[in-house]
């Protein structure tokens, strides 16, 4: 399978950039982005999302010119250390997910935001301008792309809002691409990644046995013996959907 996408890297728009920032205040998330920036506790005393949304957007102007050389830095270095590896880690990814890159082309935003969410319907992500872990950042983000299409391929049936958090749909995701990101094929470039699991989902069990074990070995026998991405799949949705 030939991998025809590549990965555009651009500074996030500060418009952009404050909405999703917004959002994620508004979750259980907002601890890890006020634990990064605490100007960000301003915003919850706002009561307007109008207000709400100004703020933020502040806040990341007054950042974004605290951290202005090292966003530079980061856009041409976070890339230059990706295009290192681009063109084998998506053939990699292309074959072990078993299906083909969307048309659509990828882009990188370099973000403020230390959460570095995805977005499935336009192909893009955030990362940090902090290049000594980007490309795990960069192969995690994109293997949901080739992962949720793969999924679509085999469940055509189970529609896209069922693809984002808490759905066990997307709890499977988050399991599987760290699992991906371990492949020996992906390993010998990346090096070993020891984390990338939520922590709540190392707490998962079925029938006593960890559920990210399970799916780990299932991952063996299916993926890495068998070259069987799709019955992974199966199997592993309906590992997840027990618990």
Not at 45 to 57: G, P, V, Y
Request: aromatic fraction near 12%.
């Amino acid at each position: 399978m030939q991998s025809k996408s590549k990965i555009t890297f651009k500074q996030m728009p500060l418009d952009f950039e404050s909405e999703v920032i917004l959002d994620f205040l508004g979750t259980n998330w907002s601890s890890k982005i006020i634990k990064e920036y605490p100007d960000f506790l301003k915003v919850g005393k706002a009561k307007s999302k109008k207000n709400k949304l100004k703020i933020t957007r502040d806040c990341i102007i007054n950042i974004r010119e605290e951290l202005v050389d090292k966003m530079n830095w980061g856009l041409k270095n976070v890339k230059t250390d990706w295009q290192k590896i681009e063109t084998d880690v998506f053939a990699i990814l292309s074959k072990i997910i078993e299906t083909d890159w969307p048309a659509k082309e990828i882009t990188a935003y370099i973000s403020i935001n230390p959460i570095y969410p995805r977005f499935l319907d336009d192909c893009t992500f955030c990362v940090s301008p902090d290049n000594k872990h980007s490309n795990i950042i960069i192969v995690h983000e994109i293997s949901h792309f080739l992962y949720f299409k793969k999924f679509k391929e085999v469940f055509p049936k189970i529609k896209k809002d069922k693809y984002e958090s808490p759905n066990k749909e997307w709890i499977l995701s988050e399991i599987v691409t760290p699992i991906i990101l371990n492949d020996p094929r992906l390993s010998k470039i990346l090096g070993k990644n020891k984390g990338g699991f939520y922590d709540e989902h190392k707490m998962l069990k079925l029938n006593g046995n960890l559920v990210i074990k399970i799916i780990e070995d299932l991952y063996k026998e299916f993926v890495i013996k068998n070259k069987d991405f799709t019955g992974f799949l199966v199997r592993g949705l309906d590992i997840i959907k027990k618990i």
